[in-house]
């Protein structure tokens, strides 16, 4: 019989996999890309919100009554480190990479940490729960990868080192199934609601505070309702993805 901590560190492995999804891309001419970034950061926009309030918050909310404050803190946390990051990179006038592509890697990898301390909560369980629970996380992923890999590019990493960085924070879903297997067992449903909670912040803030004004560079009226419509898509798939899972 496999070991359950071997079970956790390959569905672990599997689920980090899906952020090299964009990999398809390469396949792509320039062109053909850089059409398709128009429709990904509408959907990224959409994909954050929805996985915020759709499925973060909610999920927070069940074990904590009070984790709007963790939400609030998350919002206030990635402000400040928008403009550290600004200051830091920018402070001279130039900046070749949108901060935002800085933040979402961020708060990535904090949704990432979550994943691995879920996945591992849940095979310590039993070994069902956890396989359902994995299922249900690689369905939340493909959309949230998808839309992550729009912004990345969007805010102007080149297509290979966004694979590249977004693979590298996929794996900080290791971190969060091994301080879950070995420090937190018992002890998780607090920790992990905090956490929730403080990512669910960050995605609202990256959403509404960059992604969005991004968006209203648009002035055709066409252009801009089907962006509207790409971000209602981004939703939709997160509350359908939530609905099926849950």
Request: aromatic share 14%; net charge negative.
């Amino acid at each position: 019989m496999i070991p359950v901590l071997v079970l956790i560190l390959l569905t672990v492995l599997l689920v980090s996999l899906i952020s090299l999804i964009g990999i398809f891309s390469l396949l792509l001419k320039e062109d053909v890309t850089d059409k398709s970034l128009f429709i990904l950061v509408s959907f990224a926009a959409g994909s954050l919100l929805g996985a915020a309030f759709l499925d973060l918050i909610p999920e927070a909310v069940e074990e904590t009554p009070d984790i709007f404050i963790y939400v609030l803190s998350g919002i206030l946390i990635f402000f400040l480190m928008e403009k550290f990051l600004y200051w830091y990179h920018c402070h001279k006038g130039k900046c070749d990479v949108h901060i935002f592509t800085y933040l979402n890697l961020i708060g990535d990898g904090i949704h990432n940490f979550i994943d691995g301390i879920i996945i591992a909560t849940s095979f310590l369980i039993n070994v069902q729960l956890g396989m359902v629970t994995s299922l249900a996380i690689i369905m939340h992923e493909i959309p949230q990868e998808i839309g992550d890999f729009g912004i990345l590019v969007y805010g102007g990493l080149s297509k290979r080192k966004a694979l590249f960085y977004n693979f590298v924070t996929s794996l900080t879903a290791f971190l969060g199934a091994l301080t879950a297997y070995f420090f937190l067992s018992g002890k998780t449903e607090n920790f992990a609601s905090f956490v929730i909670a403080f990512a669910a912040g960050g995605f609202i803030y990256i959403a509404c505070s960059d992604i969005i004004p991004e968006l209203h560079k648009e002035r055709d009226i066409k252009r801009s309702f089907l962006q509207f419509i790409l971000l209602l898509m981004g939703i939709g798939i997160i509350f359908v993805v939530k609905s099926i899972s849950g």
